[in-house]
């Protein structure tokens, strides 16, 4: 009998770990840390890994119209709605080994402890690998959650890189499909809940000592791309009050888009995470430059304001500049608040297991933010050692990592008997 109890076995903290090691040593060896990039080769031999993963868990696996890699653990009753976790395994350019994977390889392990300690499901216990949740180049993060949610539109397959490929033309070139991509949303009717394991990716968790993260809400995310034209001048001839300098445009936008984030009354942040200019001569005064920028909160009232003073502050400093903008905004994402029959399951099944939990807002965008569409969302974190993530230093321990595990797999059994 499936019953929430304080004696579910622990995962095997090893297995788990050798794992996490092994897909780590699939990645771009010429780049610091770990790179594995959606689209990139080193993902293409990523997928086929994590599927024999699967499958040697036990789990019906295939490889979905979008490019997500999707595990099935068959529970009692085949009609009743799935219960569905997972994540992601693409990284950051130069990242770490437990952003979304430990998402993805604990939910396997969690089914592995499941079916060790001879729980029966209800509901069949459905793993995803989600395609590129990590932003990439079209500035779309989570296509593969999108898809299944039913977020995913043509005007995400239409936008394009710097190198102005469309994403539609990648996803295709990786071997999905991007027509199934846009049409293959998932019936809520047929999802119970979903709950996903992460990385805190932040300092919450290590400065409380709390080994659990109940994660409250998700931030919303907005992106702006702000591309500037100048005037080409010489450098040593041009009076300062007489140029139109692209670059000077772009860096008080920079500075414009700190100083926001800055002032957020409530959690919010902001970032400019690159910059490009033009052909970039000393002696000539810059006529282009691009700055790509995202604002977070998961204060939906605040980050409309945030984003709203950005474009217009960029815009009147440019003109004043005598330097066109134009301004291309992207809402990635709406903040997300995690249901709180979710947050009590998991606080209840922390407490069964005995492990300290506590109340977190997740500053970090995940697929969970899609899949809430679906039904019930749920996450779970466990600490970041040093609040790090996107780079090489992002690190959580074995123990951490098998906490979390156990949680989720504890988790599921409640959300299996409700
Ligand atoms: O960007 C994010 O917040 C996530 O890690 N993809
Ligand atoms: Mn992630
Ligand atoms: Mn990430
Ligand atoms: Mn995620």
């Known amino acids: 009998m499936n019953t929430p109890s304080s004696n579910l076995p622990s995962p095997d903290a090893n297995r788990l770990w050798s794992a996490i090691m092994d897909l780590s040593a699939l990645v771009d060896s010429d780049s610091p840390g770990w790179t594995r990039e959606v689209f990139s080769d080193p993902y293409k031999a990523s997928r086929a890994w994590t599927l024999a993963r699967m499958k040697d868990a036990g789990l019906q696996a295939h490889v979905d119209g979008a490019g997500n890699i999707v595990g099935r653990l068959p529970g009692t009753n085949p009609n009743a709605p799935a219960i569905v976790t997972g994540s992601h ?28 300690s001879g729980t029966r499901l209800t509901s069949d216990l459905i793993i995803m690998d989600f395609l590129g949740e990590e932003a990439n180049g079209f ?29 539609g033309e990648a996803v295709a070139a990786f071997g999905a499909d991007p027509n199934q991509a846009i049409s293959m949303a998932w019936n809520p009717r047929d999802i119970k809940s979903y709950i996903e394991l992460h990385v805190e990716q932040g300092p919450m968790l290590e400065r409380s000592g709390s080994q659990i ?7 919303g995310i907005e992106r702006v791309m ?94 004043q500049r005598g330097v066109e903008v134009a301004i291309d905004l992207l809402n990635d994402q709406d903040p997300v608040p995690a249901a709180q029959t979710m947050q009590d399951t998991v606080a209840a099944a922390s407490d069964d297991l005995g492990y300290s939990w506590e109340a977190v807002p997740s500053g970090a965008g995940h697929d969970a933010a899609h899949m809430a569409h679906l039904g019930p969302m749920g996450m779970i974190f466990v600490p970041s050692q040093g609040g790090r993530s996107h780079c090489p230093d992002e690190f959580t321990d074995k123990v951490q990592l098998s906490n979390g595990v156990h949680v989720l797999a504890n988790t599921i059994r409640r959300l299996d008997l409700a």
């Open 89 to 116: 395994t693409d990284t950051v350019h130069s990242g770490g080994r437990f952003d979304g994977v430990v998402g993805v390889l604990g939910a396997i392990e969690a089914a592995r402890v499941l079916q060790e």
């Open 139 to 167: 500035g779309v993060s989570c296509v593969g959650s999108r898809a299944v949610a039913g977020v995913l539109d043509a005007a995400h397959l239409a936008r394009r890189d710097a190198n102005g490929v469309s994403m």
């Open 213 to 219: 993260g109940v994660v409250t809400s998700i931030a």
């Open 226 to 319: 702000a591309v500037f034209t100048g005037r080409a001048d010489h450098a040593g001839t041009t009076p300062m009050d007489q140029r139109a300098d692209a670059l000077l445009a772009a860096a008080e936008a920079i500075l414009t888009v700190e100083r926001v984030g800055c002032g957020a009354p409530v959690h919010g942040v902001s970032t400019t995470g690159r910059i490009a200019t033009g052909h970039g001569a000393f002696n000539v005064v810059p006529d282009s430059a691009t700055i790509w920028a995202e604002i977070r909160s998961i204060d939906p009232g605040w980050l409309g304001g945030a984003r709203r003073s950005i474009a217009e502050k960029i815009a009147l400093d440019a003109a």
